[in-house]
């Protein structure tokens, strides 16, 4: 199995703020990668798909970048409604794996 | 609007079985891969598994831990896909999300319906 690691596995940003979560693959799988975004007690979010395509209505201040082992995604301008818990997930071969979560606390 | 909605979540024993569900709506759900993913307390996301349309040959993978205890099936007539789940035991305790699954990514997810396995 792919094992999938984030980090940091918190953070602590204020509203405006740039913020930076990586996730490392045990081994390469190309562009295949999603994020998600996970609030209490609501369904997640997939936010980006294949490393770096913006799900559709999803604000233009998330992004994704990354290919083969190393993925980051970035909240430009943190807003309120982005405190939460975020995941990766690759995509490239089953059992489809998840990273452990990072969660988006306020400062 | 799409929606997903799990239900048939409860209070079981180790080792007895349990049947969840999950009905789409908005979705031409004919067309649609499905998985379920599951959120054990303080723990994070993890796939248990997903069946394909029957488009595509209806089959059905799983994750290690589940595989061969629990099944995935569909009904395309009711649009809806149901888990299996036998010889439960306490590490299943989980809320259990069903998704779509539009390109090896999981897109709508429902709200997800919670299991308990405990003596």
């Known amino acids: 199995d792919i094992q999938m690691t984030q980090s940091p596995s918190s953070v602590s940003a204020s509203v405006g703020d740039t913020v930076t979560i990586t996730c490392r693959a045990s081994?390469?799988?190309?562009?295949?990668l999603a994020w998600y975004q996970r609030k209490p007690g609501k369904a997640p979010k997939v936010l980006i798909y294949?490393?770096?395509s913006l799900q559709s209505e999803v604000p233009s201040r998330f992004s994704g970048s990354g290919f083969g082992t190393d993925f980051t995604l970035t909240i430009s301008s943190l807003q309120p409604e982005d405190f939460a818990t975020y995941y990766c997930q690759q995509a490239n071969s089953l059992p489809w794996t998840f990273g452990q979560g990072t969660k988006v606390e306020i400062k | 609007e799409e929606q997903l909605v799990e239900s048939g979540g409860g209070l079981v024993k180790p080792g007895e079985s349990l049947r969840l569900s999950c009905e789409v709506s908005g979705i031409t759900f004919t067309n649609v891969w499905m998985s379920w993913v599951r959120q054990a307390p303080g723990k994070g996301l993890e796939w248990v598994g997903r069946i394909k349309s029957k488009g595509d040959g209806g089959t059905t993978d799983y994750a290690a831990p589940v595989k061969g205890r629990f099944t995935i099936s569909r009904d395309d007539s009711k649009n809806t896909m149901y888990l299996q789940m036998n010889s439960l035991k306490t590490e299943d305790t989980a809320v259990y999300h069903c998704t779509t699954e539009p390109g090896s990514y999981f897109g709508y997810w429902g709200l997800g319906t919670l299991l308990t396995v405990s003596s």
């Open positions: 081994q390469g799988i190309a562009n295949w």
């Open positions: 294949s490393a770096s």
